[in-house]
C-alpha cells in the first residue's frame, strides 16, 4: 500500500512539472531544446466539458536581460501508441525582459483519444 501511495505522489509532482507526461509508465528520453535556456513555459491542457475544444494554458518566462519581439510555442498531442494526432503553433508578443506573460490557446478537439502533450519552444525572435 505504502508503495501505491508513493507512485500516485511522484505521479502528482512528475505532472506538476513535467506536464501529462510526467505520470507516463514509461517515460521517453526527451530532446534537451537549446531555447529553453532562454525561456522557461509552464503550462496544461484541459477538454471543454462538451469535448468540443482543448485549450492549452501556463505562463511563458523571458530568462534572459533582453526583450523578445515574439516566442513561438508548439502544442503536440500524441496517442498511447505515440503517435502525434495534431500540432498546434501560437505566438506570444512582447516579453519584457526577465519576466512572465501567462497564455492560453483555444484548438480544436479530435475524435482520437489524446493520451499525452507537449509544449516546445520553436523560435525566439528578440527585439530589435
Known amino acids: 500500500m505504502r508503495l501505491k501511495i508513493k507512485t500516485v505522489w511522484l505521479c502528482v509532482l512528475g505532472f506538476m512539472f513535467v506536464g501529462v507526461e510526467g505520470c507516463a509508465n514509461d517515460p521517453s528520453p526527451q530532446k534537451i531544446n537549446p531555447l529553453s535556456e532562454q525561456v522557461e513555459v509552464n503550462w496544461t491542457w484541459k477538454r471543454t466539458v462538451e469535448n468540443s475544444a482543448n485549450f492549452v494554458y501556463g505562463t511563458v518566462k523571458n530568462k534572459t536581460d533582453q526583450k523578445l519581439k515574439q516566442v513561438e510555442l508548439e502544442f503536440r498531442t500524441q496517442n498511447k501508441n505515440g503517435t502525434t494526432i495534431q500540432t498546434h503553433l501560437f505566438q506570444i508578443d512582447n516579453l519584457e525582459a526577465n519576466s ?9 478537439a479530435h475524435s482520437t483519444q489524446e493520451d499525452s502533450g507537449f509544449v516546445t519552444v520553436k523560435k525566439i525572435i528578440p527585439m530589435d
Open 100 to 108: 512572465q506573460k501567462p497564455f492560453r490557446q483555444d484548438y480544436p
